[in-house]
């Protein structure tokens, strides 16, 4: 049932519902209670018996009148009555194709919202259509998430048709790809497209994680599964790398390889400098194989390196730090595979070193020497009208 109510101090309202008749008193400060005579625990549900009673009726009326004064009657009407679909990812694109008498005028999508409305109102509506018989609010197109795209008739004075049917009052009707709407008296179609293609990336993305996932809960069941294996399979960050502080500015890679070899296997060094002025931070990050390794160098914290008392500590790294980490290894690792590569040919093939050399850099070559020409023509050709302007002015001279 809907209460409407009037701006005077104390209005009673008789009504009847599920527990019988019932007078609810707007007092001042606007509060709705729900006034019973009988103690019953019925009655002191939905309503006050003096001073006791959970009023229930009284702030389901107080809702419906914030809901009305606030014109949002009509959506917690949808979100009451259906399952909204909530994840955007989740929800299809929907185009209208308007045509009139065959021929193609006008076309419209809807996404990113869960529910449309449509009809003649710009201000509430979604879509607008200006025919005369067409209802402020004539319909609504929405997302369900039991039963798919759907199209709702709102009480419209002149109805919608699908595929020539009327639609009932406020009565879900699901939607597909080619059918058919008509809103009112209008002629024009509205042809229903449907695009599911998201909605099905996101769909397969889904199974690849769950393949993922069970992969690795596969992997687990391994009874001889090390520590640190279990731990990068859990997503775990693995506590190897050590931070090194109040380090020299001449220290290089090669002294805390040095410094830190007996501790256990070093997988990577890493000394940050300065952006700017390119000088080192005094600061370094060292990541070993194990756990146990840079545990063991913690112990090294307060020893002398190049005659300053280094700081170590276990460095607490974030898991785009230690990726960005294995990126710059494994580039340090190639680079140098190819100049180990590298070096390796010329030694087993000295004669080809410079012919390779010179073919590498030939274009180049050529092209510098062909601008090297050119300017020293140029310049010759200035030298030459150089010293011809001053024969004639010598001439000029003498003659005077």
Not at 84 to 96: A, C, Y
Not at 203 to 218: C, D, G, M, T, Y
Not at 262 to 272: E, L
């Amino acid at each position: 049932f809907f209460c409407f109510f009037n701006d005077t101090a104390t209005t009673e309202i008789y009504t009847r519902s599920i527990v019988g008749s019932v007078r609810c008193v707007q007092e001042t400060e606007r509060e709705l209670i729900n006034m019973l005579g009988e103690v019953s625990d019925n009655n002191l549900f939905w309503g006050i018996i003096g001073n006791k009673g959970q009023n229930h009726l009284g702030r389901i009326l107080e809702q419906i009148r914030k809901d009305l004064a606030d014109d949002l009657e009509l959506e917690h009407w949808l979100f009451v009555t259906f399952q909204l679909q909530e994840d955007m990812k989740s929800v299809p694109i929907i185009k209208f194709e308007v045509t009139k008498d065959n021929v193609l005028v006008d076309s419209n999508t809807f996404d990113g919202k869960s529910y449309f409305f449509l009809g003649s109102q710009g201000r509430k509506c979604d879509y607008t259509m200006a025919h005369p018989s067409i209802s402020r609010l004539h319909a609504c197109l929405l997302h369900d998430q039991e039963n798919g795209t759907i199209i709702l008739d709102l009480g419209s004075k002149a109805g919608t048709w699908l595929n020539g049917e009327k639609l009932k009052v406020c009565f879900p009707y699901s939607l597909k790809t080619g059918m058919q709407l008509t809103f009112g008296q209008s002629s024009r179609k509205y042809v229903v497209r449907i695009d599911y293609t998201a909605v099905e990336n996101k769909f397969a993305q889904e199974e690849k994680n769950l393949e993922k996932e069970l992969q690795r809960l596969q992997k687990l069941e391994n009874p001889h599964l090390d520590k640190d294996s279990m731990k990068e399979l859990l997503g775990l960050v693995k506590q190897d790398t050590v931070y090194v502080g109040n380090l020299g500015y001449s220290v290089t890679e090669d002294d805390l390889r040095e410094c830190f070899k007996g501790c256990g296997k070093i997988t990577s060094v890493r000394i940050p400098d300065d952006y700017m002025t390119k000088r080192k931070k005094g600061y370094a990050f060292i990541t070993f194989e194990t756990e146990a390794a840079a545990k063991q160098a913690k112990r090294h914290s307060g020893i002398l390196l190049l005659d300053r008392k280094i700081k170590v500590s276990i460095a607490d790294k974030k898991p785009e730090v230690e990726s960005r980490i294995q990126k710059e290894t494994s580039e340090k690792l190639k680079k140098k595979d190819k100049e180990l590569a590298r070096k390796d040919f010329e030694h087993r093939h000295p004669g080809h070193k410079r012919s390779r050399r010179k073919s590498s850099y030939s274009e180049e070559s050529g092209r510098h020497k062909h601008h090297k020409k050119e300017s020293r023509k140029r310049r010759r050709s200035r030298n030459k009208s150089g010293s011809e302007s001053d024969s004639s002015k010598s001439d000029s001279s003498k003659s005077n």
